[in-house]
């Protein structure tokens, strides 16, 4: 094996007829492929954990799930992680297939996966230091070409107090080929370290165990029937048409009771109609009976923060307490923001001015409630006091600045491999609205837009 020196901060891409690899020298971490085309893996240092996926010759499908094995590899942060080294942070056996709509598209896959113990039996584990669970994702950023937004997303909806996903940057071998740069990140789901509700079962079918705890979303449907479990009855509201239907995600449609399933059903009911109602702003009797107020405030800031083209109508999860908990529906987790913070041209997404909330392209899929919220002048007042408050805080100009330059630093050199496997910077990616030449061009480009659109909500959230 040929070595070769080079100066810290010098990236080289080395390709000759006559060497037995391909290689990537970034400063003192290394990549090196084999001679054929695949990127299988020769010799591969990294500073991220390094995830080794092996599926013994079986292709991951959408759907069955296939068997596999899964290891990590990471030895401690600011250690070099070498993809011989021994599984330092897990290795066991997994289920694993594509996930994603639109995303399966690109030729870089994303995964859910579940850890199995010895007998193939769902087994609860640790991954990278996040909580004991058996359920994750590994997510692949390809059309964000800063590979973050939805890692400061996320980080920023747990700034503003509430449970979001855990991620951490990694590098994915899959049967020994470079995959690049992935995000482990932990499935919404019922846990007491993740969306802490109740377990509800099916004995669960009558008084205070029945009122509690319900994952529901506003989202595409994706397989089985291609069917909504449930749709609005609300049609039209203040002459706009109401076009919006709803999924069970905890319990989902294979588990929820009939009991179960009609009070979720309900309460949404009761809720909807509350804001209908001329009554709706009362402080008792109104919406503030159903919903838990701040977490609305704070779903809908993240949303116009982003602005989100898919927010609203799509991976929109809200969830339910028992009454003896409080009872009250809360917005959130936030979930998928690939579409957001300028990187697209579609419905307006790139846009520094107006809200997500008026969507150009269809807005009947959008719920009407925060609009019916924003007419109550108690509410609003709140909102805007929110938003003050984050903005003297964890969303001010500096700390948004700080959260992605710190990012940058986590990934490192492995930016020069990811794209190397992916190159396509330079290149339109749908929906790309911006296209830069660099990883830097895309950062400095996601920097100046979000200032510009806080800056825009600064002015604007007071006529909203």
């Given at each position: 094996?040929?070595?070769?020196?080079?100066?810290?901060?010098?990236v080289?891409?080395?390709?000759?007829?006559?060497?037995?690899?391909r290689?990537?020298?970034?400063s003192?971490?290394?990549?090196?492929?084999?001679?054929?085309?695949?990127?299988e893996?020769?010799y591969?240092?990294?500073?991220?954990?390094?995830?080794v996926?092996?599926?013994?010759g079986?292709?991951?499908?959408?759907?069955?799930?296939?068997?596999?094995?899964?290891?990590?590899?990471?030895?401690g942060?600011?250690?070099?992680?070498g993809?011989?080294n021994?599984?330092?942070?897990?290795?066991?056996?997994?289920?694993?297939?594509?996930?994603?709509?639109t995303?399966q598209n690109?030729?870089?896959?994303q995964?859910?996966?579940?850890?199995?113990d010895?007998?193939?039996?769902?087994?609860?584990?640790?991954?990278?230091?996040f909580p004991?669970?058996?359920d994750?994702?590994?997510?692949a950023?390809?059309s964000?070409?800063?590979?973050?937004r939805?890692?400061?997303i996320?980080?920023?909806?747990?700034?503003?107090?509430?449970?979001?996903?855990?991620t951490?940057?990694?590098?994915?071998l899959?049967?020994?080929?470079?995959?690049?740069?992935?995000?482990l990140?932990?499935?919404?789901k019922?846990?007491?370290?993740?969306?802490?509700i109740?377990?509800?079962?099916?004995?669960?079918?009558?008084?205070?165990?029945?009122?509690?705890?319900?994952?529901i979303?506003?989202d595409?449907?994706?397989?089985?029937?291609?069917?909504?479990?449930w749709s609005?009855t609300?049609?039209?509201?203040?002459?706009?048409?109401?076009?919006v239907?709803f999924q069970?995600?905890?319990p989902?449609d294979?588990?929820?009771?009939?009991?179960?399933?009609a009070?979720?059903?309900?309460f949404?009911?009761?809720f909807?109609?509350?804001?209908?109602?001329?009554?709706?702003s009362?402080?008792?009797?109104?919406?503030?009976?159903?919903?838990d107020?701040?977490?609305?405030?704070?779903f809908?800031?993240?949303?116009?923060l982003?602005?989100?083209?898919?927010?609203?109508?799509?991976s929109?999860?809200?969830?339910?307490?028992?009454?003896?908990?409080?009872?009250?529906?809360?917005?959130?987790?936030?979930?998928?923001?690939?579409?957001?913070?300028?990187?697209?041209?579609?419905?307006?997404?790139?846009?520094?001015?107006?809200?997500?909330?008026?969507?150009?392209?269809?807005p009947t899929?959008?719920?009407?409630?925060w609009?019916?919220?924003?007419?109550?002048?108690?509410?609003?007042?709140?909102?805007?006091?929110?938003?003050?408050?984050?903005?003297?805080?964890v969303?001010?100009?500096?700390?948004?600045?700080?959260d992605?330059?710190?990012?940058?630093?986590?990934?490192?050199?492995s930016?020069?491999?990811?794209?190397?496997r992916?190159?396509?910077?330079?290149?339109?990616?749908?929906?790309?609205?911006?296209?830069?030449?660099?990883?830097?061009e895309?950062?400095?480009?996601?920097?100046?837009?979000?200032?510009?659109?806080?800056?825009?909500?600064?002015?604007?959230?007071?006529?909203?």
């Amino acid at each position: 094996m040929k070595k070769f020196l080079v100066p810290a901060i010098l990236v080289i891409f080395f390709s000759s007829c006559d060497s037995e690899f391909r290689q990537i020298i970034v400063s003192d971490e290394a990549l090196e492929f084999k001679t054929d085309s695949t990127f299988e893996v020769d010799y591969f240092v990294s500073r991220l954990p390094i995830v080794v996926l092996e599926t013994n010759g079986q292709e991951i499908l959408d759907d069955p799930r296939i068997t596999a094995q899964l290891g990590i590899i990471y030895n401690g942060k600011e250690r070099f992680n070498g993809h011989w080294n021994k599984f330092t942070d897990f290795e066991g056996n997994i289920t694993i297939e594509r996930r994603g709509f639109t995303s399966q598209n690109f030729p870089k896959l994303q995964y859910a996966f579940e850890t199995l113990d010895s007998d193939g039996v769902p087994e609860n584990v640790e991954l990278l230091g996040f909580p004991l669970e058996n359920d994750w994702i590994l997510h692949a950023p390809y059309s964000d070409k800063t590979l973050m937004r939805n890692k400061l997303i996320y980080k920023w909806w747990a700034d503003l107090g509430h449970y979001s996903s855990r991620t951490q940057f990694c590098e994915l071998l899959l049967n020994n080929q470079y995959q690049g740069i992935y995000i482990l990140m932990e499935q919404i789901k019922w846990d007491k370290a993740r969306v802490d509700i109740v377990k509800l079962g099916p004995e669960d079918s009558e008084g205070d165990s029945l009122t509690g705890g319900y994952i529901i979303k506003i989202d595409k449907p994706v397989g089985g029937d291609g069917e909504y479990d449930w749709s609005s009855t609300i049609d039209t509201f203040q002459g706009t048409k109401v076009n919006v239907s709803f999924q069970y995600d905890y319990p989902n449609d294979e588990a929820i009771t009939d009991a179960q399933a009609a009070y979720i059903q309900e309460f949404v009911r009761k809720f909807e109609e509350s804001l209908v109602d001329s009554s709706f702003s009362h402080l008792e009797k109104g919406f503030r009976k159903f919903v838990d107020e701040e977490s609305f405030m704070d779903f809908f800031i993240m949303q116009e923060l982003a602005h989100n083209v898919d927010g609203y109508r799509s991976s929109t999860y809200l969830h339910k307490r028992r009454d003896s908990e409080g009872g009250k529906l809360h917005a959130g987790p936030v979930w998928d923001f690939n579409l957001s913070l300028g990187n697209t041209t579609g419905c307006e997404g790139e846009m520094i001015e107006g809200w997500a909330l008026d969507h150009p392209c269809d807005p009947t899929v959008i719920p009407f409630w925060w609009r019916r919220m924003h007419q109550d002048s108690v509410y609003k007042s709140h909102l805007i006091n929110r938003w003050n408050e984050l903005r003297d805080g964890v969303l001010s100009d500096e700390n948004l600045v700080i959260d992605i330059d710190q990012q940058v630093i986590e990934l490192g050199k492995s930016v020069g491999r990811n794209f190397t496997r992916w190159p396509i910077l330079g290149a339109h990616v749908w929906p790309n609205y911006f296209v830069g030449k660099t990883h830097k061009e895309e950062v400095d480009y996601l920097k100046n837009w979000l200032l510009k659109r806080v800056n825009w909500i600064d002015e604007n959230i007071e006529s909203l």
